[in-house]
């Protein structure tokens, strides 16, 4: 199982915790992507399956304190973000100038 956080545009948005199989996983965040957009999870599959899938992700939710790391971060109407996550990757997010937003520490 892998833990995908929710992001929501609304302002009473809690960032829920939900476990997804690692088939349901694969389905939402396709390669080694980590950063999804709602709409784009859906422009590129089928509706009635991914349905399907967030319907168990939903009867899934981990409280924050028994979470064992985020796999995954699914944004739902925040597409201003997009413009920080061009890979969908979250280590390689980006500043609106285009330099990396975390920089690497050097030992």
């Not at 965040?29 to 590129?44: L, Q, W």
């Not at 009635?48 to 899938?53: H, K």
């Amino acid at each position: 199982m892998k833990n995908i956080q929710v992001i929501d545009g609304a302002s009473n948005c809690v960032y829920d915790i939900f476990a997804a199989t690692d088939e349901q996983f694969a389905l939402i965040f396709p390669g080694e992507t980590d950063i999804a957009f709602i709409d784009e999870v859906y422009e590129r599959g089928n509706d009635a399956q991914l349905d399907a899938v967030f319907s168990e992700i939903w009867k899934r939710p981990i409280a924050k304190k028994d979470a064992n790391g985020i796999h995954g971060i699914i944004f739902y109407r925040l597409d201003c973000k997009k413009q920080y996550y061009p890979s969908r990757k979250d280590e390689s997010a980006i500043n609106p100038d285009g330099t990396l937003l975390r920089v690497e520490k050097k030992s």
